[in-house]
């Protein structure tokens, strides 16, 4: 057992290395070894770590710390992160499909053209950049507040309780996606059935909404 909490210490400490092939050679290892797969790593961190299109398909990293990593075009298919930090991480093109997303928090991220999916419950994207992400399964009680989802596809999505505050739909899709009264809109007010949704997606509907808070990515100025 001391035998393996050093490899991991050692490894973890090289992971988080500012230098990309010392991060990769030390992932390699925790691959190789199982580390990745069997649980042991729980509660680490890779902060910072710099891990861009790595292969981390059908791992199980609940609650690690992956803050300020580059991890574009990474592979987290089918994988156990719940309760995952990516806070302000570098995620263009990420890969999340059928992966356990649970109390994950992804605030302040780059998300763009990210594939995500598929347990997405209590979930924070707060600031979030999400253009273009392919958004898809179970998203109740999760925060996207403050995101920008310009040009996201969130069709047939579970919405209850999901918080959009101050959020910009532009262009955004929300085809077949659930939501109910206590799901909460771009402009702070509750769904509802009289809800018209174009309002906050198209651009061209006379009522398009914009915010007038500057720190929301839907802000325009007067």
Known sequence: MDNKLELITA?????????????????????KTG???DGSLRGSSFKGAILSLQSFHRVNLREIDFSESELWEADFRFSNLMGCLFCKAQMRAVVFEESILEYAMFDDSDLR????????RFTSFARANLEHALIDGDLRNSSMR???LQNASIDDCNLCGANFHNANLRDATLSGS??????ILPDGTAWSFETDLMRFTDA???QFWRSHDPLSPAFISE
């Open 11 to 31: 490894l973890l400490e090289r992971i988080r290395s500012s230098d990309e092939h010392i991060s990769s050679r030390a992932f390699y290892e925790l691959d």
């Open 35 to 37: 580390l990745l797969q």
């Open 113 to 120: 053209y990210a594939r995500i999916g598929n347990d997405l």
């Open 146 to 148: 403050y995101a920008n």
């Open 178 to 183: 659930a939501f109910d009264r206590t799901t």
């Open 204 to 206: 061209t509907d006379i």
